[in-house]
């Protein structure tokens, strides 16, 4: 996508804003080089530089206000209603700015990822809250939407005099899809997800790798939900770590955890793989045992843990403050050391089979013994059944993106009972805009929040119950619709989950274009399914086809 489409889907948020509020006036406030706010309406007033106060009429009033400020510009001394700052002087512009604000009026700021979530932004956010203005939303700006040379990601703040206990977050990812933003914002209608706009408590905004990251948390179906949660400053009696080029001791009972980067967390300094000063040293209470915390912090669920409470800057940090909130799901000290136990054993089992895999190389003759464990192993762990279920689990964490789309049914309408055509023409959409893009996993049975509703009743209703004649119903539509000679790129089967069926549907990308009916042409986009004709269609597959 280029700057010119991102551009376009910040324009289309903003005339349905300005629609939707009903602006008959205003201010584009034009400090940046940035240029995201790019309206030549009559009624706009556009001032450019950090004197822009004196070139608007005094005591004027705008019913919205645009602010394409600066990031991360110096501190400076501003006073503001009474309250004297040290704040970046693009905020100090910001709060000045909503002096010429109408009474039912909206700003839309361009500020840093991180918005008012910093120590600094929570004084300035309190500041503008005792003199009676509230951050009301914060959207993700198009990822690549400024410079070249910077790599961040900005977001837009709306602020107003409107006082509510919840804030909407969501992502601007297309132009329609950004309208549709817009609309629910005004009509507090919250969705659940990033996609259509969300609502989170007000001041509990940290970043959207938090947010993405805190939904992959909850979607995690694992027994840790069941265990009792601590947060690791209830666990710890120290949290020590040294200097750069300083040496940690080693303390009983303690886990080291990375600062920075990916390094797993160890319980031992003789693991370290990274110097001592990037580790904080967590000295542990009688609840929890090290050898269970280092494990627990190198499943999945941990290792989200800890990324969610990182910064959202180019390289991840941690810090002391954010560690001691980390949530740990922690079980009795008995059931600690059974799992402390099996991971030993486990450790034992990867010993094991690296000696088979030594024995093989230098001995193949005993490939017939070797394989027959090794079976035996596979059968006792059931691997086979648990892969599928783990993929489609993993899948639905991630959430849907350009190569990964939820439909809860196939066809049937779940509000009316009904099977209906459009339902079905969605999917088949979804899977020609896969195979003329990069390839993509629809997953038919879980809903657009991520919960898997299965296939099962329409299987039942339309299908007599039948799974292998709604398989045969989905072959029959690929072949009519899309092609045959697509199904060498088309692989699906039903997935048990939690004792539902998902349909599980991979497509390759295809080496020709693919056509829905033999006529209609979509491809893929973050997170959507678009429709392209006439140059653009042209365009699109001189340039992705290989002739």
Known sequence: MSKMDKLKIVSSFLSEVKSLVNAKSCLNLAISDFSVFDISESCVQTVKGLDWINKIPENKKFDLILGDLPLGMNRKEYEFRGHKLRIRQNWAEL????????????????????????????????????????????FNAPQGLLLPEISITPVFVIISKNQSDSIVVAELLNNSQSKTIAQNFFSNLDSGNLINGMSIPQQSYQGFHRIKIRQQIEKLETQYKEYKEYTLGELATEINYVKAGGQLVEKNNSVYIPKIGNSPVINKLSEASIKHHNYFQVVLGDKALNEYLAAFFRSDLGRLVLKSLTSGTIISHLNKRDLEQAVVALPAIENQEQIIDTHRKMYELKRAIDGFDAELALNPTSSNSI?????????????????????????????????????????????????????????????????????????????????????????????????????????????????????????????????????????????????????????????????????????????????
């Open 371 to 547: 394989l027959g464990q090794l079976d035996g192993m596979l059968e006792a762990l059931g691997l086979g059944a648990l892969t599928e279920a783990d993929k489609v689990r993993n899948l639905i964490r991630q959430g849907e993106s350009k190569t990964i789309e939820f439909k809860e049914t196939l066809s049937l309408d779940v509000k009316k009972k009904t099977k209906e055509k459009y339902i079905e023409l969605s999917a088949l959409k979804t899977i020609v805009a896969f195979l003329n893009t990069e390839g993509g996993t629809l997953l038919v049975g879980v809903n657009g929040s991520g919960v898997v509703t299965g296939i099962d009743i329409e299987i039942d209703k339309f299908h007599k119950n039948s799974a292998d004649k709604f398989l045969l119903h989905f072959k029959n539509r690929i072949k009519t619709r899309i092609g045959e000679e697509l199904y060498p790129f088309i692989e699906y089967k039903p997935i048990k989950i939690s004792g539902n069926h998902v349909l599980l549907v991979e497509c390759k990308e295809s080496n020709s274009p693919c056509y829905l009916d033999n006529a209609e042409f979509y491809v893929r986009t973050n997170p959507a399914t678009d429709k392209l004709e006439g140059p653009k269609l042209v365009e699109y597959v001189k340039n992705h086809f290989k002739q």
């Open 95 to 138: 709060l000045k700015s909503l002096g010429c604000l109408e009474k039912n009026g909206v700003g839309i700021f361009l500020v840093e990822p991180m918005a008012f979530s910093s120590a600094e932004g929570a004084i300035v956010e309190s500041t503008l809250n005792s003199a009676g203005y509230y951050v009301n939303g914060i």
